[in-house]
């Protein structure tokens, strides 16, 4: 059987006449259903109260602008509320990124969304060095992070808090979205300080 939505929510919580109650809940959804899983939890278990989606890229000279700018599009165009955030040690990534993105944005389709993403939430990170970055990044704890630096795997090594990681320039996030494999129902809003990924442990329980 195929259903959505926040009633699909509660028709597995409270069960109907063709549809069971169940003991836990995951997966993705819109506001409703994050909204919906918020309201029923305690009654059943769920995963994560997830959204909006966020981006964190850590960029240096050695990438091409465009990509960049693209790639933080690709998590602005969800909503108005999406979080796209550059981090980088060189004022010049910064700028070039911005000009990029100033030139592409005419040709979206969804640029009305992503302005009003990059407008009310996005930011530009200039750092000192990569001990700088990693206490920004530690803190925010992006769903997504992109490291697309030449120092990718000592940056790595910094990293404590992310969701999903994806090192270098050829590993887009929207890879990890459609055709990568791993799961992709990600901590958001800094829950990856204390939470993981959707995953084979959460379909598990243990008793002591």
Excluded at 7 to 32: E, F, M, R, S, W
Excluded at 138 to 147: G, K, V
Aim: with cysteine; charged share 20%; net charge neutral.
């Amino acid at each position: 059987m195929r259903m959505g939505g926040a009633h699909a929510i509660a028709a597995l919580t409270y069960g109907t006449k063709n549809i069971p109650t169940v003991d836990k809940i995951v997966g993705p959804g819109n506001i409703y259903v994050t909204l919906a899983k918020k309201n029923v939890f305690g009654e059943v278990g769920i995963d994560n109260i997830a959204g909006p989606s966020e981006i964190v890229i850590i960029a240096d000279k050695f990438n091409n602008p465009d990509w960049i700018a693209m790639d933080l599009f690709s998590q602005a165009e969800h909503d108005e509320l999406a979080q796209p955030i550059l981090i980088s040690s060189s004022i010049m990534v910064i700028k070039n990124v911005l000009n990029s993105a100033e030139r592409l944005l005419p040709s979206l389709l969804r640029k009305k969304i992503i302005t009003k993403s990059f407008n009310d939430r996005g930011l530009f990170i200039k750092t000192k060095n990569n001990k700088e970055i990693a206490d920004i990044v530690n803190s925010i704890a992006p769903e997504h992070l992109e490291i697309m630096s030449k120092d990718n795997k000592n940056l790595l090594k910094l990293i404590n808090n992310a969701g999903a990681i994806f090192l270098g320039e050829y590993s887009p996030e929207v890879f990890g979205d459609y055709c990568a494999g791993p799961n992709h129902v990600l901590p958001t809003s800094g829950s990856a300080k204390f939470s993981s990924p959707l995953g084979v442990y959460d379909f598990q329980k243990r008793s002591s």
